[in-house]
């Protein structure tokens, strides 16, 4: 059974610019998650779908964004990117209605220079 | 209120003993409490969870300890081996809270270092 499936891998964005990052859900599962994860801040919930509806969001500004598909999968998006966005983002499916049992994907790293 | 702290931030401990890694938390309201590890260059797995209705929860060489009335949580990582060497994050959850359904609010973690 794959895994949560992140791309890309690694992204290298210029001030300014906007980028979106995918998650391909574990096949079955209806509830996806997205965190920031930083060296300061740790990890920090940014938003969370659940049959293409988002049920939950995180104390982050407007510039994040995100949507569901019918197949689950997911899209984050960060628009005028900062120096400060730079971290891992990190997408968590669960199968359960009440998103227990959140198993994580590998990753974005983003920077932004 | 929201918050979950965790410690030590690093420990260091023999094979062959026991790592023991402590979290707080001050939101009543939690009703589920993972702990995730994480290797470098990954993203974190789920090792083991506990609800409030249960005191300890055992699954191999990890195990949970929950004081609902002290609002802490504990891992403890009987038998520690090289292998078990990352960082571990303890997380708290709403579940039933229609509000904050899918949001985990994680400790900063704590890097595990067990020498040979």
């Known amino acids: 059974k794959a895994g949560v499936t992140q791309t890309p891998r690694y992204l290298i964005k210029t001030r300014g610019q906007q980028v979106t990052l995918s998650c391909s859900p574990i096949?079955?599962?209806?509830?996806v998650s997205w965190y920031q994860q930083t060296p300061g801040q740790g990890l920090q919930f940014l938003f969370e779908?659940?049959?293409?509806?988002?049920?939950n969001k995180g104390n982050f500004p407007g510039r994040f964004s995100g949507r569901q598909f019918s197949n689950s999968r997911s899209e984050m998006n960060v628009s005028t990117l900062e120096l400060g966005d730079s971290a891992l983002y990190l997408c968590?499916?669960?199968?359960?209605?009440?998103?227990?049992?959140?198993?994580f994907g590998q990753g974005t790293r983003l920077t932004v220079v | 209120q929201q918050q979950v702290k965790q410690s030590p931030q690093s420990l260091i401990v023999q094979k062959g003993g026991i790592s023991i890694i402590n979290c707080a938390y001050e939101?009543?309201?939690?009703?589920?409490f993972p702990w995730y590890q994480q290797f470098p260059g990954k993203g974190p797995a789920l090792l083991i969870a506990?609800?409030?209705?249960?005191s300890e929860k055992k699954e191999g060489r990890f195990t949970i300890s929950f004081n609902k009335s002290a609002k802490q949580f504990s891992l403890h990582i009987m038998d520690s081996q090289p292998g078990d060497s990352a960082t571990y994050f303890c997380?708290?959850?709403?579940?039933?809270?229609?509000?904050?359904?899918?949001?985990?609010?994680f400790g900063q973690g704590t890097t595990l270092q067990v020498k040979p």
């Open positions: 968590a499916s669960s199968f359960t209605r009440d998103s227990t049992e959140a198993f």
């Open positions: 096949s079955g599962h209806r509830s």
């Open positions: 779908y659940f049959s293409e509806t988002q049920r």
């Open positions: 939101n009543t309201a939690f009703d589920y």
């Open positions: 506990i609800r409030p209705d249960v």
């Open positions: 997380a708290a959850s709403e579940i039933y809270g229609s509000s904050n359904t899918g949001k985990l609010i």
